[in-house]
């Protein structure tokens, strides 16, 4: 991700200024490597492509256009972050849902001894009781509008 980061600066700097061949080398190779920044480079190329065929006048139209295509490119490059957000929220949610159940589990079986549960009553309580809504609000981080994930 740090890597991304600084070759990202790197890729912005060689659009307004000129690099040095090591840098452009180091450039080239690593976005025939990386999928995020190759498209990183098209997209910031096509962005500043269109901001040159504006003509830029006073009138509002014209600002709009040139906010509207910046909050497009904006948008786009932030939407690969945001999705591996998402599933890393749901990887995490899914391990504390399998690390909550054996805990529980374990503390349960304890328990179930002065009870008198047996083994099959307390496992279906921990499959019911905790396993399945915690797996169910696991899914939940996936099946929900973006708005309402609480991660982006």
């Not at 006073?58 to 786009?76: C, D, M, P, R």
């Not at 047996?118 to 899914?139: E, H, K, R, T």
């Amino acid at each position: 991700m740090e890597c991304d980061k600084r070759l990202r600066e790197l890729i912005d700097r060689s659009f307004v200024e000129e690099v040095s061949e090591g840098e452009r080398h180091l450039i080239d190779h690593h976005i025939r490597d990386c999928d995020g920044c190759k498209r990183y480079v098209e997209l910031t190329a096509r962005t500043i492509r269109g901001l040159r065929e504006f003509t830029f006048t006073s009138e509002a139209e014209s600002s709009a256009q040139v906010f509207e295509i910046l909050a497009h490119h904006t948008g786009t490059m932030r939407q690969h972050n945001v999705q591996f957000k998402i599933w890393a929220a749901f990887a995490g949610a899914l391990s504390m849902s399998i690390v909550g159940s054996a805990l529980v589990y374990q503390v349960a079986k304890f328990l179930a001894a002065p009870m008198h549960f047996d083994n099959a009553q307390v496992q279906a309580g921990v499959l019911v009781f905790w396993l399945l809504p915690s797996f169910c609000s696991a899914v939940c981080t996936l099946a929900a509008p973006g708005e309402n994930r609480g991660i982006a």
